[in-house]
């Protein structure tokens, strides 16, 4: 059955026919039947935004990464770019789907993290991950060693993890490509990112959905757009990767939700109490390739608001800011979509 909904109309101004992104996930949205995007609560966290300075336009202040642990931070401060970028790389490879009951939680100076925050002080206390040939040798006891939460909880999809960075650290050791070279080419966003969707292992994030691909490539726009940051941020001179205004939001699953408590995502009864009831949607159905295409064109049709504003940003940095949003929410939000995947 159709859901229906105040919806919005694709703007006459929006040209979505020539990316490769845009263009699948808009046509998903047009025959969407369980999400829909609500024109007026779009139209309200426009102004939510403008009012309240939800999207602060400075870099340092709008980044994902700023809301990471010190240690993290003290790390990567004492990095060279080159370490960096690889750190970053290591942890979008094995950064996906931390979800579960319990949650897999570690502790660091007597406060409790669990999810990405976890994973990233994992990291930046095991500087051997920086190393391909650990790596590619990286054993499961290894693994569980560093990765080891609270009542010896295992992260979940260990193997999953554990392969991916195996790859990985196989792949940099016979120099199929280098972070810092891929960064210092001054190429075009969008470019890179299907180029590491194709080419990093655990990047490949397409779907197949009524005869359509959808290049959803979360982890690979994330990666191209943190590559950007670190290089941007740093006194290291490179030149800068262009087209940053071509990636589009990140489709996971705390954007969504942030979404949906704004009543900007609205689903359908049915979809409604599965996600409420936190019941495991499967990877490619309909209801979960609704949920990312509409998270994709609801925050691009958010940043062409906010432009007719006055206030430029691209769809890479919103999505920053609304995640950053949804972590320091002080309101309870419903659950998020649960789907088992190594691609968010």
């Not at 990093?200 to 290049?215: E, M, S």
């Not at 359908?268 to 309909?286: M, T, V, Y």
Request: with cysteine; net charge positive.
């Amino acid at each position: 059955m159709r859901y229906s909904n105040h919806t919005m109309n694709k703007p006459e101004y929006l040209a979505y026919s020539e990316h490769p992104i845009l263009k699948a996930t808009q046509s998903i949205c047009d025959g969407a039947n369980m999400v829909k995007i609500s024109q007026l609560h779009l139209q309200n966290l426009a102004a939510e935004i403008l009012q309240s300075n939800i999207a602060p336009q400075t870099n340092d202040q709008g980044h994902w990464l700023t809301a990471a642990p010190l240690e993290v931070n003290q790390f990567l401060a004492a990095s060279s770019l080159e370490q960096k970028l690889l750190f970053i790389t290591v942890f979008h490879s094995a950064g996906f789907c931390y979800w579960g009951e319990p949650r897999w939680q570690i502790s660091y100076q007597g406060k409790k993290y669990n999810g990405a925050m976890a994973w990233l002080i994992c990291l930046s206390r095991e500087k051997r991950l920086l190393s391909p040939e650990f790596l590619s040798r990286l054993s499961k006891k290894n693994w569980q060693t560093i990765t080891r939460g609270q009542d010896d909880m295992l992260i979940p999809l260990f193997l999953e993890r554990l392969t991916v960075l195996q790859r990985l650290g196989d792949d940099l050791q016979n120099g199929l490509y280098s972070p810092l070279a891929l960064c210092t080419t001054g190429g075009e966003a969008l470019d890179l990112a299907f180029f590491i969707g194709k080419t990093f292992p655990g990047f490949n994030d397409r779907t197949k959905h009524k005869n359509l691909t959808i290049p959803f490539l979360k982890k690979a726009q994330l990666l191209v757009a943190d590559y950007h940051y670190l290089c941007s941020t740093s006194t290291e001179s490179t030149p800068p990767i262009s087209g940053l205004d071509k990636l589009t939001a990140f489709a996971d699953y705390k954007i969504p939700q942030f979404l949906r408590h704004k009543n900007v995502l609205a689903y359908a009864p049915d979809l409604s109490r599965l996600i409420d009831n936190q019941s495991e949607l499967k990877a490619g159905r309909a209801e979960e390739v609704e949920i990312r295409s509409a998270t994709i064109m609801a925050v691009e049709r958010l940043k062409e608001l906010l432009r007719i504003s006055g206030l430029q940003l691209d769809a890479s940095q919103l999505d920053n800011r609304l995640w950053l949003a949804a972590q320091n929410s002080k309101d309870k939000m419903l659950p998020y979509h649960r789907c088992r995947s190594v691609f968010y």
